[in-house]
Structure formats: C-alpha cells, structure tokens
C-alpha cells in the first residue's frame, strides 16, 4: 500500500443492472473514506470455470487477476441466492484463485456486503463465502458485518441505496475495512 491511499477492488455478485448489491457498490464507491479508491470490476463475462482451460485463460481473467493483484483489498457486494453464493461470483473466485500456485486472493484483505429482501439479509452468503475465502487465504473483515436485511424500502427503483441508517453504515463499515486492509501491510 503506497502511504496512506488504499486500492479497494469492488465487485457485485448480482448481474442485475438495478441490483440491490449494485445499489451498495455504488454508494460505496460514493461514501468511501477519502484515502480510499475504490474501482469497480464487472464479472458477467467470464466463462463457466473449467479447469482445462485455468492455464490459458481468456483476457477478462488476466485482467481480473491483475486487478486483484495491484489492489489493496477486495469489496464484495452480492446477494444470496438459495441460501448461498450466487454462481458468476463463485465462477470469478474459482478463476481468481487458480491454477494451484497462482492464486490471486492469497493473503488479500476482504470485505463482504450484502442486501436482500429476506428476514436473514445474506448471512448464509456470507458464510459460504468466507468459507470458500478460507482456502484461497484471504483475510475476511470479521466485524463489523454487513447484512442489510428487508432491504426493499431501502433502496430507489434503480438500484441506489436511499436509507441514511444504512448510508452511515456503509461509512462505517468502510472505515473499519481500511483500518483492516492497512493491519495488514
């Protein structure tokens, strides 16, 4: 980390353009700490991962994987679907973290956000995830945890995050993801 500016590398779990968790990269990208820069990586493209192919991989992967690399830490923002994590994110954490030796996630600091319309917001997801995390060796943000649960009304008909409480929230949890990226050095 180059002084005191930290690389974030965001990423939403969902492909939906109006999104929930699109809604929250965004009003990350909008809310962060001014010693933060946070850049925004799509995931739609990769192809499904086959191991066949983790040698030469297409040109969206290398460029995912040097994303990685030159970051910071890595924000994700996703929802959860069928009490887990949604497949093109699983998808771009497989491509992330292979072949064997070539893990771009090792050691990478890692913060999980999530919205949903259920009771439970994305605690499942969130779950998996830093269960998956576990073998790729990178650092989750343990506390504070970010789960936006009932999030309808909390969110405008384009995707972006309305709600003051949960706007402070993102300031905060942002704020506790830097001091744990830097921690880290």
């Not at 990208?29 to 933060?36: S, V």
């Not at 030796?101 to 999980?112: C, I, Q, S, T, Y």
């Not at 343990?142 to 405008?156: A, G, H, S, W």
């Amino acid at each position: 980390m180059s002084g005191s500016n930290l690389r974030v590398l965001g990423v939403a779990g969902s492909l939906r353009r109006a999104s929930y968790n699109r809604g929250l990269l965004r009003a990350a990208l909008e809310l962060k700490p001014q010693e933060m820069k946070i850049e925004a990586f799509e995931i739609g493209e990769f192809p499904p991962f086959n191991q066949d192919l983790e040698t030469t991989p297409l040109d969206i992967v290398v460029k995912w994987k040097a994303a990685i690399r030159a970051a910071d830490g890595l924000l994700i923002c996703t929802p959860e679907y069928n009490y887990g994590i949604p497949g093109v994110l699983k998808n771009a954490i497989d491509w992330a973290s292979r072949p064997y030796g070539d893990n771009a996630l090792e050691r990478k600091p890692v913060a999980l956000m999530g919205a949903s319309i259920g009771m439970g917001g994305t605690i499942r997801c969130q779950l998996a995830l830093r269960q998956c995390l576990v073998w790729t060796e990178s650092y989750c943000l343990v506390q504070p945890e970010f789960l936006v649960p009932n999030c309808m009304d909390r969110f405008d008909e384009n995707g972006d995050l309305t709600d003051e409480d949960t706007r402070k929230h993102v300031v905060t949890f942002l704020t506790a993801f830097a001091a744990w990226a830097r921690r880290l050095r």
